[in-house]
């Protein structure tokens, strides 16, 4: 941004004698495209907003449904419940894990696919109970919570996936450059505002950043918080509240 305001200064600058024939084309021309740009910057501002509210609300939707199904877990019979319980642990462990990976790297892919493993030998210890007491309420209402679960973390996997379109982000900083670039030049065949566009110019730069920081979920200066996801985790590593069933 700073280079094309410096761009359209010098350029300004040598044109200044040709003021009486440029200045009316470059004012119309500037504030078109700065009205075009200003659409484009809040266009994309509020896409990286509210993918950053639903991956903090996927966060919390998450971490609920694993302690819901947890909970759940404990009323389960022996010895399906306690390798559930552990099973239920790792698996916090890896959803936590999974927001110290960037987006699309292979890091995040590999962290995914624990995740999948570990969801189908769930899965699996949830099917054994379930075939044990088919008519019980317990591992009926846990498989319920399981499935809450799993969908619940699928949909903060894709949220963290889910960027501002490339080409939006190009538009945006194309059309931000050429507009200041012809501010500048308007302002510089005019001989005055000089310091006014330069200041300009550092703000679309703040704006842009803010835009492409809110789109790195994982990383940057605007993180999502995973605390609700520490804080469960934090709580299974304490011994269990409720005791197992006895045998009937």
């Known amino acids: 941004m700073l280079g094309a305001t410096g761009i359209g200064l010098y350029v300004g600058h040598r044109t200044r004698h040709l ?8 004012g ?6 700065l009205g075009l740009v200003g659409l484009l910057l809040a266009f994309g501002l509020s896409l990286a907003v509210s993918r ?69 030998q769930i899965w699996s210890l949830a099917a054994s109970a379930l075939e044990r007491q088919p008519t019980a309420s317990a591992p009926r209402l846990y498989v319920e919570a399981l499935n809450e679960m799993f969908d619940a973390e699928t949909a903060r996997v894709a949220t963290l996936e889910n960027r501002v379109p490339t080409a939006v982000l190009i538009l945006e900083l194309a059309g931000a450059a050429i507009a200041l670039g012809l501010l500048a030049a308007y302002l510089a065949i005019a001989g005055r505002g000089r310091a006014a566009v330069i200041l300009v110019s550092a703000l679309i730069a703040f704006l842009l950043l803010v835009t492409a920081d809110l789109d790195r979920p994982t990383r940057g200066l605007i993180r999502v918080p ?23």
């Not at 987006?103 to 189908?120: F, H, I, K, Y």
């Open 19 to 26: 003021a009486d024939s440029l200045k009316e084309p470059f």
């Open 28 to 33: 119309i021309l500037q504030a078109a495209l």
């Open 52 to 120: 950053y509210e639903n991956r903090r609300e996927n966060v919390v939707t998450a971490a609920n449904a694993i302690g819901t199904t947890y909970l759940r877990a404990q009323t389960l019979p022996e010895p399906i419940r306690g390798g559930t319980l552990d099973l239920l642990t790792r698996y916090t462990r890896g959803a936590v894990a999974i927001s110290d990976h960037i987006p699309g790297s292979s890091e995040m892919g590999d962290a995914v696919a624990d995740e999948n493993q570990l969801e189908r």
């Open 226 to 248: 995973d605390t609700v996801l520490q804080n469960q985790l934090q709580s299974m590593t304490q011994p269990p509240a409720a005791a197992a069933p006895r045998s009937p």
